[in-house]
Structure formats: C-alpha cells, structure tokens
T-cell receptor
Framework: DADVTQTPRNRITKTGKRIMLECSQTKGHDRMYWYRQDPGLGLRLIYYSFDVKDINKGEISDGYSVSRQAQAKFSLSLESAIPNQTALYFC??????????????FGPGTRLLVL | DQQVKQNSPSLSVQEGRISILNCDYTNSMFDYFLWYKKYPAEGPTFLISISSIKDKNEDGRFTVFLNKSAKHLSLHIVPSQPGDSAVYFCAGTYANAGGTSYGKLTFGQGTILTVHP
C-alpha cells in the first residue's frame, strides 16, 4: 500500500462549488504539505502543517483552506472553486530529524478541472 | 519572483550518453538543495540532494554539482537510460535560526528529460 494517498485522483467541478481534496499518510510523519503544479510553474506551496495544531500559509494560499484532522490526515478545501484553480494537486509529508534530511514524500496527485 | 529557475523546459539525450540538467537560484539563504523525478500520473520522488557545505554529491549514476558563487547547480546522469525519461525538478530550502529544518521547499519549473534508445 502507498504511504501517501490522495482522494479523489481526478475531479471535475463547476465554478462556485466547494470541494475537498483529502490526503492520508501511514509514514507517521508530523509534517504535511499541499502543493499545486501548473505547466511551466513547477510546484508551488499552498499550505503546510508541522503538527496537528500548527497550520501555515504557503506562497499561494488565497482561495484555499486546510484542515489537519489528525497526524495522518490533511485536507485541502476550495470554498468556491474558480477556473484558474484547475491544476494538479499534490500532498506531501516529511519528518526531518535534522537539516540533513529535507526529503518530502509525495502522494500520487489529484487532477482537478474547474469548469 | 522565481527563486529557483530551470531554464531548459526539455532535454533530449541518446541512451548511454550523459544528461546534464541545470538549475539556478537567487535566494542566498538556500543552504540545501534537492532533485526530484516525476513520472506521468505519479507524485515526485526524491532523487538526490546536496548541502551547501559541499560542491558535489554522488549516488550511483547520479551526481549533483553545486557552484555557490554562481548560484547554480546541475544534475548529471551517466549513463542515461530510457527509464530516466521523466520530469526533473530542483528545489532549494534553508534552516531556521536555530539550525533545524525549515521544512519548506521552493521548486523550479521542471525539465522534461527524454532518453532515446
């Protein structure tokens, strides 16, 4: 079984709808992240959480909200979806013991299309 | 403000030859760099990393070089194999004042590598 899972894998929605993307991990990591990937722009950080009580905005948090329900679960919500939120969304986890290991482990992604 | 730039959107290489992927950064605070590989319909996977106290790190066919004065790093793949065909992202990060992990990665745009048999 995959260590980091995302549901749904694909989603089509309409402008103005509220949707939630979910992420679960079995790695036991405290840190979780949400990124979006757009062609030509790489991965950009939306929100990140260093533990259940710690939520932080990334570089492109406008229009998004998150919920850290448990150590293993981190959900991303689009309160009112708009077409320019059409993108590939990735969840990631990490648990660096020191600065030596910054490795983040990514889920398979959710492809979102907002019509 | 693109703090990490991969100026080559794509690279095509013959099997067995060397692939060189380049990455430039502007944030002087970055002190740790990573390369990720991404296949279609999958999430990125970690490939290799380098600390700013080094100028080279090698792992099998993969070597990353860091030139701090030029704010430039490169990934060398020797020899290239068709299975290396993927999108490659470089990323930079830095520690907080206490020296512990800051935990945020800044990614480049990615380079599509195609290795022809």
């Amino acid at each position: 079984d995959a260590d980091v899972t995302q549901t749904p894998r694909n989603r089509i929605t309409k402008t103005g709808k509220r949707i939630m993307l979910e992420c679960s991990q079995t790695k036991g990591h405290d840190r979780m992240y949400w990124y979006r990937q757009d062609p030509g722009l790489g991965l950009r950080l939306i929100y990140y959480s260093f533990d259940v009580k710690d939520i932080n905005k990334g570089e492109i948090s406008d229009g998004y909200s998150v919920s850290r329900q448990a150590q293993a679960k981190f959900s991303l919500s689009l309160e009112s979806a708009i077409p320019n939120q059409t993108a590939l969304y990735f969840c990631a986890t990490s648990d660096p013991l020191s600065h030596i290991d910054e490795t983040q482990y990514f889920g398979p992604g959710t492809r979102l299309l907002v019509l | 403000d693109q703090q990490v730039k991969q100026n080559s959107p794509s690279l095509s290489v013959q099997e067995g030859r060397i692939s060189i992927l380049n990455c430039d950064y502007t944030n002087s605070m970055f002190d740790y760099f990573l390369w990720y590989k991404k296949y279609p319909a999958e999430g990125p996977t970690f490939l290799i990393s380098i600390s700013s106290i080094k100028d080279k790190n090698e792992d099998g066919r993969f070597t990353v070089f860091l030139n701090k004065s030029a704010k430039h790093l490169s990934l060398h793949i020797v020899p290239s194999q068709p299975g290396d065909s993927a999108v490659y992202f470089c990323a930079g990060t830095y520690a907080n004042a206490g020296g512990t992990s800051y935990g945020k990665l800044t990614f480049g745009q990615g380079t599509i590598l195609t290795v022809h048999p």
